[in-house]
C-alpha cells in the first residue's frame, strides 16, 4: 500500500499515475508601450554579506533589499536558526514590528535590513533542520559553517537542490575529520553532518565543476579552530563569485589568499551601512523582453565592478540587438553572428540563448559547468526554446544558435526543469506568442526576482495559476 502511494505522488507520470501541478497560464497582450522594470538584489552578493556579517560583532545594515529573491531570505532564516537578530526598516529607516510566522520571512514593507553580528564563534546549533530553498549558494555555506558545531546539523533543500551534485562539498567536509551522513542513489540531501572540525594541513579544493567550496570555507574561516594551508585543484569555473567573496573577506580582515595560509579572524567593517547592488543576471530577461515589447524602463543598472561576469550583457548589448538608451532597452536588426563566452557567467545561458536566436544568432562557449546548476542546463535550455518553435545545435561545452528565428506558441505545456531562469526565459518568451501558454511551476521566479510575474500583470497581462494535469 505504502509503495503503491509513493508511485502515484510523482509528477512526471512516466509509467505511473502522475499528480496535477501548478502552472502558469500566460495569456499574452498585442503591445505594451513601456514595461517598467527594477532588478532584484544580487543575490550572490546579499548570501555573503549576511553570513560574513552574522560573524562580526557589529550591527551592519543592508538597503535594497525590498525585492530580495526567496535564495536571499532562505539565508536570512538559517542564520536566525542559528541564533541571529536581524531588525527590519521602513523607507524612513524605522524598526518594523516582528511577524508571528513560522517561516522566519521579512517584513513585506521591509526595504532594508539590519544583522546583528554574534561574532566568530557566537552561532549556535539549530534546533531545527537548515532549509535552504532552492540555493545552492546558501546550502554549501551553510555546509562549511554548521562544521564547527559538536551536535548534528540536518540540511536540506527543496526538490531542485536535492538533485544536485554535491560531492565536491562533501569531500572537503571529509577533510576538516566531518561525519557526513546522506541517502543512497542520485539524491545527496537531506545531509546529516557533525564536527567539530579538525583543521587538516592542506584543504584540497577542486574548482572544475563550481566555485562555491571555495567561497563557503573562507566565508567559515572566521570560526576556523587553527591556520588552514588553501589549495586550489583544477580549472576553475565562475571565478568572479569566488574573486567576490574573496574580496569580501580580504575587505573585512582575513588574509590574503596570495598567502595561501586562512586562519581564525574577525570581520570587521569600516561601514555598516551597505547597499546591496542589482543583479546584473537579471538584466538578461529585461533585455530579452525588449523584443517582446516596444521597451523595457530600466531603474537602475548595477556597476561592472558588481556584475560578476555578466557585465558582457551591457558591453556587447549592440551585438545583441540591444540598444541602451539611458534607461530604455529597446531591440534594433543586429548583423553578425557572435560568441560568447560564459565559462563566468553560466547563469546567462538559457536568455541569451533565446536573444541570439531571434537577433542575428551565434555561438555560446565555455558552458559544460551549467551542467551542475538547478537543472543541466545545457541541454534543458534546447529543449526549453524547442517547444517556442526556436533551434540550437549542441556543440562542446555550448550551444550554436542560428539567428533571425521566430516564436511560435507552444502545442502543450512548457517544462521548466524546477529552474527558475528557466520558468523567467519561458514567461518573457509567452509574450511574444499568439495564443495562451502554459508554463510549468507557478512561483519558480520567486527564488530570484518575487515581481517576475507582477509586472506583466500590472502591464495588463493575464496570467492565472492553475492545477496541470501532466499525464
Not at 541517502?183 to 566555485?211: F, V, Y
Not at 531562469?421 to 518568451?429: D, G
Not at 511574444?432 to 509586472?455: M, T, W
Request: include cysteine.
Amino acid at each position: 500500500m505504502g509503495r503503491a502511494w509513493v508511485k502515484r505522488w510523482k509528477p512526471s507520470g512516466r509509467g505511473e499515475k502522475g499528480s496535477y501541478i501548478e502552472a502558469l497560464e500566460v495569456t499574452p497582450k498585442n503591445a505594451i508601450e513601456q514595461l517598467p522594470w527594477t532588478l532584484p538584489p544580487s543575490k550572490s552578493h546579499a548570501i555573503r554579506w549576511l553570513a560574513l556579517a552574522a560573524q562580526s560583532h557589529q550591527v551592519m545594515t543592508f538597503h535594497n533589499m525590498q525585492f530580495a529573491g526567496e535564495d536571499v531570505c532562505s539565508m536570512r532564516r538559517c542564520l536566525i536558526q542559528l541564533g541571529v537578530e536581524f531588525t527590519d526598516l521602513d523607507p524612513d529607516g524605522e524598526p518594523l514590528p516582528n511577524l508571528a510566522n513560522v517561516d522566519l520571512n521579512p517584513h513585506p514593507e521591509s526595504v532594508s535590513w539590519q544583522v546583528h553580528g554574534r561574532g566568530p564563534n557566537g552561532l549556535r546549533p539549530p534546533i531545527s533542520v537548515l532549509h535552504a530553498g532552492n540555493s545552492g549558494t546558501a546550502l554549501r555555506l551553510l555546509m562549511a559553517i554548521c562544521a564547527r558545531f559538536d551536535v548534528p546539523i540536518m540540511l536540506d533543500g527543496d526538490a531542485s537542490l536535492r538533485s544536485r551534485d554535491y560531492s565536491s562539498m562533501i569531500e572537503t567536509l571529509r577533510q576538516f575529520q566531518i561525519q557526513c551522513s546522506y541517502g543512497e542513489g542520485a539524491e545527496m540531501l537531506p545531509l546529516l553532518i557533525q564536527g567539530p572540525w579538525n583543521c587538516p594541513d592542506r584543504l584540497e579544493i577542486h574548482t572544475e565543476k563550481s566555485s562555491q567550496p571555495t567561497s563557503a570555507w573562507l566565508v567559515a574561516s572566521p570560526a576556523l579552530p587553527s591556520n588552514v594551508h588553501f589549495s586550489l585543484e583544477g580549472d576553475a569555473v565562475s571565478r568572479r563569485h569566488a574573486s567576490l567573496t574573496r574580496g569580501m573577506c580580504e575587505s573585512l580582515g582575513c588574509n590574503s589568499l596570495d598567502e595561501g595560509i586562512i586562519g581564525p579572524w574577525e570581520p570587521v567593517s569600516s561601514q555598516t551601512e551597505i547597499h546591496m547592488p542589482p543583479d546584473c543576471s537579471m538584466l538578461a530577461f529585461a533585455m530579452l523582453a525588449s523584443k517582446v515589447t516596444k521597451s523595457v524602463n530600466i531603474a537602475m543598472y548595477p556597476r561592472d565592478e558588481d556584475s560578476l561576469g555578466h557585465e558582457l550583457l551591457m558591453h556587447r548589448s549592440n551585438d545583441l540587438g540591444i540598444v541602451l538608451d539611458g534607461h530604455v532597452i529597446s531591440s534594433k536588426n543586429s548583423q553578425s553572428s557572435e560568441s560568447f563566452d560564459l565559462r563566468d557567467a553560466n547563469d546567462l545561458i538559457t536568455p541569451l540563448s533565446a536573444l541570439l536566436a531571434l537577433g542575428s544568432g551565434g555561438e555560446i562557449t565555455g558552458a559544460a559547468h551549467a551542467a551542475y546548476k538547478e537543472t543541466d542546463r545545457l541541454k534543458h535550455t534546447q529543449t526549453l526554446l524547442e517547444a517556442f518553435g526556436i533551434t540550437t545545435t549542441s556543440n562542446e561545452g555550448g550551444l550554436s544558435i542560428p539567428g533571425g528565428q521566430s516564436i511560435t506558441s507552444p502545442k502543450g505545456l512548457v517544462e521548466t526543469y524546477q529552474d527558475h531562469r528557466m520558468q523567467m526565459t519561458a514567461i518573457v518568451l509567452a509574450m511574444g506568442c499568439s495564443e495562451k501558454v502554459i508554463i510549468e511551476g507557478a512561483n519558480l521566479h520567486a527564488v530570484a526576482d518575487p515581481y517576475a510575474v507582477q509586472r506583466w500583470i500590472d502591464a495588463g497581462v493575464e496570467v492565472k495559476v492553475s492545477l496541470h494535469q501532466h499525464w
